[in-house]
T-cell receptor
Framework: DAGVIQSPRHEVTEMGQEVTLRCKPI?????LFWYRQTMMRGLELLIY????????DSGMPEDRFSAKMPNASFSTLKIQPSEPRDSAVYFC????????????FGPGTRLTVL | AQKVTQAQTEISVVEKEDVTLDCVYE???????LFWYKQPPSGELVFLIR??????QNEISGRYSWNFQKSTSSFNFTITASQVVDSAVYFC?????????????FGTGTRLLVSP
């Protein structure tokens, strides 16, 4: 079975541009998580979904960030407009949704905003 | 207050040495889960182990072992006879009952460098 799939793997954009990161969770997994990893702040949870419904978005840094999960097999994280401080590696993870299950991480998207 | 503390920022060892990575956590819940993940230089996050708060048995998996002690709120990770391939950043993480065990709170990670 394929793992969590993220695209693109690398994104370089200019400040002010819209950026969309994509994630396909493992089939059958009911929970999906978006994380951001930076040297300064480490791994931070941005938002997570259960059964396509956003449960906790308290980690989303500001209104420029939005996330959607239109169906069980697809999620997007959008940054509009992007800023240089958004440069980071963004990970998507999924889990079956049972209590305490390990999260399976995608390979990440390395975003560079110039 | 930081919920997961990995005080060792970086550890350097020579191959075949044993090394222990420390993890101290903080929670008010009586039920929680602890995890270790490995992030090799390639960047992906690889799950290593999960332990729930009711299971204090130590675990051994090959060269890896984990020591869970509720009395000291620690969940330490030992690599025996380290190898160059063990070079990575290792993260300890916690999930708690008050979030339905959904949210993972990560420590800041310990970078392990194993030289030949």
């Amino acid at each position: 079975d394929a793992g969590v799939i993220q695209s693109p793997r690398h994104e370089v954009t200019e400040m002010g541009q819209e950026v969309t990161l994509r994630c396909k969770p493992i089939s059958g997994h009911n929970s999906l998580f978006w994380y951001r990893q930076t040297m300064m702040r480490g791994l931070e949870l941005l938002i997570y979904f259960n059964n396509n419904v956003p449960i906790d978005d308290s980690g989303m840094p500001e209104d420029r960030f939005s996330a959607k999960m239109p169906n069980a097999s697809f999620s997007t994280l959008k940054i509009q407009p992007s800023e240089p401080r958004d440069s980071a590696v963004y990970f998507c993870a999924s889990t079956p949704g049972l209590a305490g299950e390990e999260q399976f991480f995608g390979p990440g998207t390395r975003l560079t905003v110039l | 207050a930081q919920k997961v503390t990995q005080a060792q920022t970086e550890i350097s060892v020579v191959e075949k040495e044993d090394v222990t990575l420390d993890c101290v956590y903080e929670t008010r819940d009586t039920t929680y889960y602890l995890f270790w993940y490995k992030q090799p230089p390639s960047g992906e996050l690889v799950f290593l182990i999960r332990r729930n708060s009711f299971d204090e048995q130590n675990e051994i998996s090959g060269r890896y072992s984990w020591n869970f002690q509720k009395s000291t709120s620690s969940f330490n990770f030992t690599i025996t006879a380290s190898q160059v391939v063990d070079s990575a950043v290792y993260f300890c993480a916690l999930s708690e009952a008050d979030t339905g065990f959904q949210k993972l709170v990560f420590g800041t990670g310990t970078r392990l460098l194993v030289s030949p």
